[in-house]
């Protein structure tokens, strides 16, 4: 079995399909109208085509269910908080720095889905040498094996 796209219920295609592409820069894969596919793997459908699809009134289909999110990589968050402020989205926090030091922002689509944008490990990683950590120390603090901070470093495992 192989799994092919999460599928998200929207309300309002046009303004989800927008905002996907214009703020978090999904390219469009193909458009079935009531069901589009971003390049990425990620799947918008219509809410009540979906319902009818499930045999379930449109009704029972929950807005801002939190038992799950999208995950999206960006280096440059505050580029991403600008983008959000910009629309006066409705945050769950604005960018923080996670225990394992990997900065994020969570907020939700027009429809209520979680999304969080973090910055890769890799990005991480540089920000904290940039910043004066260790190889070693950073291993410590990001919970990333020495390997990893060596590939994200560009320098041997013994850096």
């Known amino acids: 079995m192989k799994f092919i ?10 303004a989800a ?3 996907y592409e214009s703020v978090l820069g999904q390219e469009l894969l193909h458009d079935f109208g009531a069901n589009i596919a971003f390049k990425s793997g ?19 289909i929950t807005s801002k269910p939190c038992d799950m999110e999208l995950y999206f990589e960006e280096d440059d968050l505050e580029k991403v908080e600008r983008a959000l402020d ?9 960018i923080i720095e996670q225990a394992w030091r ?3 922002i969570r907020f939700f689509d027009p429809d ?5 944008v973090g910055e890769s490990m890799e990005a991480a990683v ?14 410590r603090e990001s919970l ?9 470093l560009g320098t041997s495992t013994n850096a």
């Open 42 to 60: 990620l799947s918008l459908h219509d809410r009540t085509h979906y319902a009818g699809l499930i045999g379930r009134d449109e009704t029972s």
């Open 17 to 19: 399909r927008e905002f």
């Open 102 to 104: 990997q900065r994020a």
């Open 112 to 116: 209520g889905h979680i999304v969080e």
């Open 144 to 152: 990333m094996p020495m390997e990893f901070i060596a590939y994200a």
């Open 86 to 94: 910009a629309r006066n989205v409705e945050y769950l926090h604005r």
């Open 126 to 139: 540089r920000r904290l040498h940039a910043g004066g950590m260790s190889a070693e120390e950073i291993a």
């Open 5 to 14: 796209s999460p599928l998200i219920t929207v309300r309002d295609m046009r």
